[in-house]
């Protein structure tokens, strides 16, 4: 891995609450496929694209979607 791919993974675990899931659910949301990101991976894309991550990253943990 690489410096920014690490740098990417650290600011996420960061703004994960213990309230949304442990490491673990971290880590698999990073291996599924994303919609947000065209169906791609975030780990997959994480030195390229770390802002869309990030911001797709901070959909998810902000809350339920009610429809």
Not at 4 to 26: H, K, Q, V, Y
Not at 27 to 55: H, K, V, Y
């Amino acid at each position: 891995m690489t410096d920014a791919e690490l740098d990417t993974i650290a600011r996420l675990d960061e703004m994960r609450s213990e309230d949304w899931g442990g490491r673990a659910a971290l880590f698999q949301w990073l291996t599924m496929p994303n919609r947000s990101l065209g169906g791609a991976r975030p780990c997959d894309r994480l030195e390229e694209d770390a802002d869309a991550i990030l911001a797709s990253f901070g959909a998810e943990i902000s809350g339920p979607w009610h429809g």
